[in-house]
């Protein structure tokens, strides 16, 4: 059934995107950060019925651009490449990170497809995991949370925030070979 707030059905739509993004480490308070910027370019063509009438599209935009900050800050000290080799020493782990996703894409509120969302988008996140003897365990969990797009075909659209929880167990064994035992709820 087609939702109230967008009146789109039998939609067909084929998307090539070009991911670009940049991620850059450094140490922050002596543990280990990340910052990362990304967006895409994506080209797409589809087809749909919109309250009830034919429309086609065909063209190539840009999509939103994301930045996030990661940071290690229990456990994850910032080592080069040489003093992980000798100076890493498996344990406990935890970490968080925010990411803002700013509507700087292609948008426009006429159109039922776009790149751009016309809306701001945070996710912050934290997350833990501990390495020993071979067993490995990661626990992480987020949410993201939306303003709404006051301008779509008319309308305002409204999403609830989502929430996410992760879990991995896994054993390794020698050779590079493991099982593992994944959530994701």
């Not at 990304?38 to 009830?52: K, M, S």
């Amino acid at each position: 059934a087609p939702s109230p707030n967008v009146p789109v059905e039998n939609a067909f739509v084929r998307t090539d995107a070009l991911a670009l993004g940049y991620a850059r480490s450094f140490a922050l308070a002596g543990n280990s950060a990340k910052f990362d910027v990304q967006t895409a370019r994506a080209c797409y063509e589809g087809r749909a019925d919109v309250a009830g009438e034919p429309v086609s599209a065909s063209r190539c935009e840009w999509a939103d651009t994301k930045f996030r900050l990661s940071w290690n800050f229990i456990g994850g000290s910032a080592l080069t490449p040489a003093e992980y080799r000798e100076r890493f020493k498996p344990g406990l782990t935890v970490g968080a990170s925010i990411q803002v996703e700013m509507p700087t894409g292609s948008y426009r509120s006429d159109r039922v497809l776009n790149a751009g969302t016309n809306r701001w988008m945070v996710r912050p996140g934290i997350g833990m995991s501990y390495l020993w003897q071979g067993w490995y365990f990661d626990l992480s969990t987020e949410a993201k949370f939306f303003t709404d797009n006051d301008d779509y075909l008319g309308s305002r659209i409204s999403q609830d925030p989502l929430y996410q929880v992760q879990a991995h167990l896994a054993r390794y064994f020698a050779r590079g070979a493991w099982i593992s035992l994944n959530s994701n709820y």
